[in-house]
């Protein structure tokens, strides 16, 4: 099953479990939105329908973030006029948990639970193994090498007169 909404002036097609990036949006209530705007929906196999009753697409929160820099140039030419600007675009990346149609709802599967990292630390030294421990010779100075000596200008010519 799928669904095609709009959010953010564009259209996007979204079925349970997907990602999509779709413009600035605020946080929602507990991280949830809610897509009011749905434009289509597959009921099954083959079978597309604009929806007559309530329908609706609700979403969890992934992240915040801004896209890829877009350099906007302007140029026009034998006027010696060029301009040059960088614009990043505002996303929320959204996961799309469940989609509601006349009586039926769809939901994604629940992702399992990221568990905490957990910080590797180095094995205890003993006393002992550092008291054995050869120190590390010291690094030998190089030789300083003589450079060649500079090229002598050649004697300026005398002018006849």
Not at 63 to 92: A, P, S
Not at 97 to 112: C, M, S, V, W, Y
């Amino acid at each position: 099953m799928y669904a095609v909404i709009r959010a953010g002036g564009k259209q996007y097609r979204v079925a349970p479990g997907d990602v999509i990036r779709v413009e600035r949006q605020g946080n929602g209530a507990h991280g949830k939105i809610e897509f009011a705007d749905v434009l289509a929906v597959s009921a099954g196999e083959g079978q597309i329908g604009k929806p007559q009753s309530e329908a609706r697409v609700v979403g969890q929160v992934v992240e915040h973030g801004r896209g890829n820099k877009i350099l906007v140039f302007h140029y026009k030419r034998k006027k010696q006029y060029k301009k040059l600007r960088g614009h990043r675009q505002n996303f929320t990346a959204v996961r799309i948990t469940e989609i509601a149609f006349d009586g039926q709802k769809f939901t994604a599967p629940e992702l399992p639970a990221k568990q905490p990292r957990v910080k590797k630390t180095a094995p205890p030294v003993h006393e002992a193994a550092k008291i054995e421990a050869k120190p590390h010779a010291p690094a030998k100075k190089k030789s300083a090498a003589k450079k060649p000596a500079a090229k002598k200008a050649a004697p300026k010519k005398k002018k006849k007169s």
